[in-house]
């Protein structure tokens, strides 16, 4: 689920940043599990890093500094 979330936000534009991912991760367990249990943001890095031949992360730059 969270990663076809992640996949639909970026093909509009507006890839969910490390804090999103780890709120939308925090909401889904919360309802599946109860109000006590939450991930962390390093449970992110993993998300990422599991899913790394799906999705990427990059940085990007403003639109000032690319002109």
Known sequence: VLLNF???QAKRG???THRI???H???LLRL???PAFNVRLS???RFLDRHKEEIS???SRSL???R
């Open 6 to 8: 992640t996949k639909e």
């Open 14 to 16: 507006f890839p969910p």
């Open 21 to 23: 991912l780890e709120s």
């Open 25 to 27: 991760a925090n909401a």
């Open 32 to 34: 599946r599990k109860g």
């Open 43 to 45: 449970w992110v890095f």
């Open 57 to 59: 992360v990059y940085w």
């Open 64 to 66: 000032g500094q690319s």
